[in-house]
């Protein structure tokens, strides 16, 4: 359960995002006679904001709602973090190397694929350029946890570069630190399916589900305790209702 003042806290930083995205947001200009008169104009225009946020809503809004609810909860929290940019050659390139093993046998198996990295710390080192990590935690023993979040629904063929990201990160964190206690793991924010399973992954044979993966309340509860997840639902409806007045006034200009 989430305490009195992280709800308060979350409520606000949903309120501001949204404000922001209101502030800086400009409709499409695309000219739609039919739909204009079939639909209204303001109407258009809210869905054109929805379609808006949805895009970017896991920067928008998942991203700084995850930082707030782990806060109190790890020693470090970011996001956008970059995580280095040297890696081991031969490190680098068993993680292209299990890749190409999961292609054939989609088979994956985290621990045993982070073993394969560690025994590949030697040699020549050389400079890349990682992808930025969406949410870091570091606990109070050192463990670190990288996040990548996703759509709730991503797309089959993206899961092979999905899995090359969460190895590149833990190629480049043990880079620096042969001993490091490295978590990768990619997340999705809801479950679209519910009350059905989150399948969509199972399919792919890339990732390993219980060492990779966290869904909905798995992933939300990890960061702010258990109950988080209900918790937050109640957060984003209550931040709803305060926002109600001022985009009905946003919108209400278009008509």
Same mark, same amino acid.
């Given at each position: 359960?989430l305490?009195?003042?992280v709800?308060?806290?979350i409520q606000?930083?949903?309120?501001?995002?949204?404000?922001?995205?209101?502030?800086n947001?400009s409709?499409?200009?695309?000219?739609?006679p039919?739909h204009?008169?079939l639909?209204?104009?303001?109407r258009?225009?809210?869905?054109s904001f929805?379609?808006s946020l949805?895009?970017?809503?896991?920067?928008?809004?998942?991203?700084p709602?995850?930082?707030?609810?782990?806060?109190?909860n790890?020693?470090k929290?970011?996001?956008?973090k970059?995580?280095g940019?040297k890696?081991?050659?031969?490190?680098?390139?068993k993680?292209?190397?299990?890749i190409?093993?999961?292609?054939i046998d989609?088979?994956p198996?985290?621990n045993?694929?982070l073993e394969?990295l560690?025994?590949?710390?030697?040699?020549?080192i050389?400079?890349v350029?990682p992808?930025k990590?969406?949410l870091?935690l570091?606990? $109070?023993s050192?463990?670190?946890?990288?996040f990548d @979040?996703k759509?709730?629904?991503?797309?089959?063929g993206? +899961?092979? !570069?999905?899995k090359?990201t969460l190895l590149?990160?833990?190629?480049?964190i043990?880079?620096?630190?042969k001993?490091?206690?490295?978590?990768?793991?990619?997340?999705?924010?809801?479950?679209?399916?519910y009350p059905?399973s989150?399948?969509?992954?199972t399919?792919?044979?890339m990732?390993?589900?219980e060492?990779e993966?966290?869904v909905?309340?798995?992933?939300w509860d990890f960061?702010?305790?258990?109950?988080?997840y209900?918790d $937050?639902l109640e957060?984003?409806?209550?931040?709803? @209702?305060?926002?109600s007045?001022k985009?009905?006034?946003? +919108?209400a !200009?278009v008509k």
């Amino acid at each position: 359960m989430l305490s009195k003042s992280v709800k308060e806290n979350i409520q606000t930083v949903i309120i501001e995002s949204i404000e922001k995205k209101l502030k800086n947001y400009s409709p499409e200009s695309n000219h739609m006679p039919f739909h204009y008169r079939l639909l209204g104009k303001d109407r258009m225009a809210l869905f054109s904001f929805i379609h808006s946020l949805n895009t970017t809503f896991g920067i928008s809004i998942f991203e700084p709602v995850a930082a707030a609810l782990a806060k109190n909860n790890f020693a470090k929290v970011e996001t956008q973090k970059s995580v280095g940019n040297k890696v081991y050659v031969k490190c680098q390139q068993k993680a292209h190397e299990i890749i190409d093993t999961l292609t054939i046998d989609p088979h994956p198996n985290k621990n045993k694929e982070l073993e394969i990295l560690r025994q590949n710390l030697n040699g020549e080192i050389k400079s890349v350029k990682p992808a930025k990590v969406d949410l870091f935690l570091e606990t $109070l023993s050192g463990a670190q946890f990288l996040f990548d @979040l996703k759509t709730v629904k991503p797309n089959k063929g993206d +899961f092979q !570069k999905y899995k090359q990201t969460l190895l590149e990160w833990a190629a480049v964190i043990l880079t620096e630190n042969k001993n490091a206690d490295v978590h990768t793991l990619i997340s999705i924010p809801y479950n679209p399916y519910y009350p059905k399973s989150y399948e969509r992954w199972t399919m792919a044979g890339m990732l390993d589900i219980e060492k990779e993966l966290m869904v909905a309340e798995q992933f939300w509860d990890f960061l702010g305790g258990k109950g988080a997840y209900i918790d $937050l639902l109640e957060c984003f409806e209550k931040a709803g @209702l305060a926002l109600s007045p001022k985009i009905d006034e946003y +919108f209400a !200009k278009v008509k």
